[in-house]
C-alpha cells in the first residue's frame, strides 16, 4: 500500500474529476461539494468511463446503461452485490493523494 499523487487541489477550482491511469489502472477522482473521491474509472457493466457520467448526492450514474454506484462505498445502488474500487483520499497540503493498494 503506498500513496499517488494526483493533482494540486487548485486544479479542482476549475474541473471536477480527473482521470489518471496508475498501474494500468484507470482512477477518476472527484471533487464533491467540498469532498474528494477517487474510483476506479471502469464500470463493471461493460466498461465505460464512470468519470463521464452525472453526479447527485455522491452518487455516479454510468452515460451507457445508468447504473449507480456510491462514490463513498462503491456499492451499485440497485445491486447491493456490485462494488467498484475506491481508493482512500489523503490531502496533504495542497496535494491531493489516493491510497493504492495493488492487491485490491
Ligand atoms: S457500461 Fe456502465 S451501466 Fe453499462
Not at 25 to 49: L, M, W, Y
Not at 51 to 58: F, K, L, R
Given at each position: ?62 452515460i451507457w446503461h ?39
Amino acid at each position: 500500500m503506498y500513496t499517488v499523487k494526483i493533482a494540486n487541489i487548485n486544479e479542482f477550482n476549475e474541473q471536477k474529476v480527473k482521470i489518471i491511469i496508475h498501474d494500468g489502472t484507470p482512477i477518476a477522482v472527484f471533487k464533491v461539494e467540498n469532498e474528494f473521491f477517487a474510483i476506479d474509472n471502469r464500470c463493471p457493466h461493460r466498461g465505460a468511463s464512470l468519470g463521464d457520467g452525472p453526479i447527485q448526492d455522491e452518487i455516479i450514474t454510468c452515460i451507457w446503461h445508468s447504473w449507480k454506484f456510491s462514490l463513498k462505498t462503491g456499492q451499485a445502488i440497485e445491486n447491493p452485490n456490485c462494488f467498484i474500487k475506491t481508493f482512500p483520499i489523503i490531502i496533504d497540503g495542497d496535494i491531493i493523494k489516493l491510497v493504492y493498494d495493488s492487491k485490491r
